[in-house]
Structures are given as C-alpha cells and as structure tokens.
C-alpha cells in the first residue's frame, strides 16, 4: 500500500540553522511533492510544490529537493527564526491520486 | 484564508445523533475534501468532491456521507455519530488535480467531540 514517512519525532535545532526535515514515501510515483506548514489550532498552510522532472526548489530560506530515485524529499529552512517553529506536513499527488498527507514533523526552533 | 468557510468550529454532540459539516468557498474551486486530523494519524480524506453533484470516497469514508449540490458548498454528515469520529475536520479546496497539481487551501477547522 502506498505509504509516506516523515519524522514523528520533533526536531529541535538553534536559532540561525538550518532546519532540515525529511519526507520519504514507498509504493508511489507521484507526479509533484508538496510541503505545508501547521501551526496549532489551524489548518495546514501550503509552502511549495516540486515536479517529479525537477530536483530543486527555493522560496526565500525555504529549499525542497525532490529524489524520485530514492523516493525522498527533503525540506530545508535556512537560517531559521523562532516563528519557524510548526509542524511540516508533506503531500504527494499527481495523475489519479488526490493528494495524501503524511503525518507530519514538528519543528522547534530554540531562541 | 482563502475564501474558505466552516461551520461550526466547535461542536460537542451525542453518540448515535447525527451531525453535518458545512464548507462553503468563495473562489469557485472545483475540487473540495474533506480531513480528518487526529494525533498519530496526520491528514486522512475521508471523501471529496469533483464538481456539483460528484464527489468520491477517500481513505476513511465509513460512517460518512457528502453531498455538493452547489459549487460553493460541500457537506459532510456523519449519520450517527460515534466517540472514534471525534476529531478535527478540515475541508479544502484545490482549483484543479491529478496531473494539473496545485495547491490546496484548507478551511480553520472543525473540533468536533462525540460523547
């Protein structure tokens, strides 16, 4: 069955590094990858999208590599702040999936 | 938000009774879902729509049922509710899907406890 891996348990990291949270998925051959944000008490915001064709996205400190080979994405925020902090759900679909979410990884970013 | 509306956003209601959900959008998306969220599981569909009229069970459509009978709202009943449906609903909403892939906009939230 189609399966997706992220992290359960919470990242912490300090203030000014980089933040990377992994994204692994089994039994998939989606055509995009998408990474949300989820602060507590509300709905999941999205953050950015990868096509299966390409290998690397950015959006100001935000950096999503996509490795169809290794059916991994990774998400990377750089120099991260405080308000960083928030779970990131990642989302694979494409062709006749609808998106499915996987469960998601908290990041705390330590002052 | 991006014109997209639930209600209520709280609800405690009894085993047994039924319950509807409402989503209404303002940005005549075509596709609508319906989540559930609950700790341990993330984001599962529970069903979605494609347009007025069609919609399509998701992962954990039992005890569940929708219906779209206008392209700006979309609801989701729970015909007798039971105490393993208490969580948090969340509807969204996508423009296009499948290989047109773009982004989904969720509502706030739905904190529904069954007792």
């Known amino acids: 069955s189609q399966k997706i891996e992220q992290n359960s348990e919470a990242l912490n990291i300090q203030e000014g590094k980089t933040a990377t949270l992994t994204c692994n998925y089994t039994?998939?051959?989606?055509?995009?990858l998408q990474w949300y944000r989820q602060d507590p008490g509300r709905g999941p915001v999205f953050l950015l999208l990868i096509r299966e064709n390409e290998k690397e996205k950015r959006k100001e400190r935000l950096k999503v590599t996509f490795d169809t080979t290794l059916k991994q994405s990774l998400f990377h925020i750089t120099a991260s702040q405080p308000a960083d902090s928030a779970t990131y759900l990642c989302?694979?679909?494409?062709?006749?999936?609808?998106?499915?979410f996987g469960r998601g990884t908290s990041l705390i970013v330590h002052p | 938000d991006a014109g997209i509306t639930q209600s209520p956003r709280h609800k405690v209601t009894e085993t047994g009774t039924p319950v509807t959900l409402r989503c209404h959008q303002t940005e005549n998306h075509r596709y609508m879902y319906w989540y559930r969220q609950d700790p341990g599981h993330g984001l599962r569909l529970i069903h979605y729509?494609?347009?007025?009229?069609?919609?399509d069970k998701g992962e954990v459509s039992d005890g569940y049922s929708v219906s779209r009978s206008k392209t700006e709202d979309f609801l989701l009943t729970l015909e007798s509710a039971t105490s393993s449906q208490t969580s948090v609903y969340f509807c969204a909403i996508s423009p296009t899907s499948g290989t047109e892939n773009t982004e989904a906009f969720f509502g706030q939230g739905t904190r529904l406890t069954v007792v």
């Open positions: 039994n998939y051959s989606p055509a995009y």
């Open positions: 989302a694979l679909g494409g062709g006749s999936y609808i998106p499915t």
């Open positions: 729509s494609y347009g007025v009229k069609d919609t």
